[in-house]
């Protein structure tokens, strides 16, 4: 039997001076209501009650058990009212990990909308384009951009993510704009270390593989937007999500190449560890994120 039931039982019992009464209290039977107060005799080694024909009174052991019965009953209420209203109000911190240039270029105003929203919760955002064990290290949520693989995390789609092959106009007046990727001259390639080429059997994809593995004299770097500034100084030609370049090309700094091949499609992912019992902070935020960036994303307006 559940402690808890037996304790509940005692206490009623103890209150009303009777075993008939706890029952209609308790909305269960005599029987059942004689049955916990034993258990829980049973259980302590003790006598609680002395029962009569017209009333039970506490035994000198009893009288000590109901000072604690009451003591844990009302220390799990409040632990009780204390989750419940943690389930109904969102509070806490929530713990996000991000990748460091989407957040950098546009993850601070939803951040701030976020917080004037719901101001109880606090935010405690760590930027890094690893892969982090969200379990692991302690996230709520992580946001993640690619093709995500099966994985025992949920994972919530937020937003499309559309990469675009792109260089300065004066690159392009210089060297012409290529109509095949086999035309696009590998040193002038600015590689994205953690572009993951090998997944992908895209023609483009298996050039700008070959490209960044035969390019010894051009640039590489784990910034996308170090990259684009070297694209927009004319420099050479960048592969890069248009939440990064969709500025520059709004601009006319950019320009698109190769526009009659798509690129693969990516997304933003929110991943999180449960579908279940989700805590509110997460929960609000989650649907919050979903709809900031618009559909199609504002950045895409270019």
């Not at 059942?32 to 006598?47: A, T």
């Not at 701030?112 to 709520?140: A, M, Q, T, W």
């Not at 640039?219 to 684009?228: D, M």
Request: charged residues 20%.
């Amino acid at each position: 039997m559940d402690r808890l039931d037996t304790m509940k039982a005692f206490v009623t019992v103890a209150e009303l001076g009777s075993f008939t009464k706890a029952a209609e209290k308790l909305e269960t039977s005599n029987q059942l209501v004689s049955k916990y107060v034993s258990q829980l005799e049973d259980q302590l080694g003790v006598r609680l009650f002395n029962r009569t024909t017209r009333r039970v009174h506490l035994t000198q052991e009893g009288e000590q058990c109901l000072h604690h019965a009451m003591h844990i009953l009302e220390s799990v209420h409040d632990m009780e009212n204390h989750f419940g209203e943690l389930q109904s109000t969102a509070k806490g911190l929530l713990q996000i990990s991000a990748p460091v240039d989407f957040s950098t270029l546009h993850l601070a105003p939803l951040i701030r909308d976020f917080k004037k929203k719901y101001p109880e919760v606090g935010v405690n955002l760590e930027l890094s384009d690893r892969k982090v064990d969200v379990i692991e290290e302690g996230f709520d949520v992580a946001l993640r951009i690619g093709n995500l693989k099966s994985s025992s995390l949920i994972a919530k789609k937020i937003a499309p993510i559309k990469l675009v092959l792109c260089a300065a106009p004066s690159y392009i007046e210089k060297y012409g704009n290529p109509s095949q990727p086999d035309e696009l001259n590998s040193s002038h390639f600015l590689h994205y270390s953690y572009t993951d080429y090998a997944s992908s059997n895209h023609p483009l994809m298996r050039v700008l593989r070959a490209n960044s593995q035969n390019n010894q004299v051009g640039l590489t770097a784990n910034n996308g937007q170090i990259l684009t500034a070297a694209a927009t100084a004319g420099e050479g030609y960048i592969l890069q999500p248009t939440f990064i370049v969709g500025e520059a090309l709004k601009q006319g700094k950019l320009k698109t190449m190769l526009n009659d091949i798509e690129v693969d499609a990516m997304s933003l992912y929110a991943v999180y560890p449960h579908r279940k019992l989700l805590a509110p902070k997460l929960r609000v935020f989650l649907d919050f994120m979903s709809s900031y960036f618009g559909a199609p994303p504002y950045w895409d307006d270019y």
